[in-house]
């Protein structure tokens, strides 16, 4: 009895262990964002991926990658480098996801700004 009890409860221990690393982190997904820059409110449309890689698209600035998305629970984290009007601008997110909203904010060279979005 001991035997198959040992054994079953190995078995349930690997179950939860698998079940655990296989989540996928909270902000992983599409975005519609809104940021507050000091140029007035600019749409753009996020995309995170499980991998920590992702993109930034929004009118006037085109389509740029997202490096190093790191997800920590409901924090989420990466940077971005954009092309504003022909000037690069090095951007620096942290965040927080609640369900399908998002809220952070944008650090630069010009200050923070802050953002909020809703997943698609």
């Known amino acids: 009895m001991k035997k198959i009890t040992s054994g079953l409860l ?3 221990l690997t179950v939860l262990v698998g079940c655990a690393g ?3 982190p909270a902000g992983v997904g599409i975005w519609n964002i809104e940021m507050n820059t000091p140029l007035g409110a600019m749409p753009a449309t996020l995309t995170m991926n499980e ?5 930034m698209a929004a009118d006037g ?3 740029a990658p997202v490096s ?3 997800y920590d629970g409901n924090s989420v984290a990466f940077s971005a480098a ?3 009007q022909g000037q690069s601008i090095n951007l620096d997110f942290t965040g927080t996801v609640d369900g399908d909203s998002l809220t ?3 650090g630069s060279d010009f200050g923070a700004f ?5 997943r698609q």
């Open 10 to 12: 190995a078995f349930a």
């Open 114 to 118: 802050g953002v909020t979005g809703t």
């Open 61 to 63: 600035m085109g389509s």
């Open 104 to 106: 952070g904010e944008f």
């Open 68 to 70: 190093g998305i790191t």
């Open 22 to 24: 296989t989540s996928t």
């Open 82 to 84: 954009i092309d504003a």
């Open 51 to 55: 991998d920590g890689s992702g993109s």
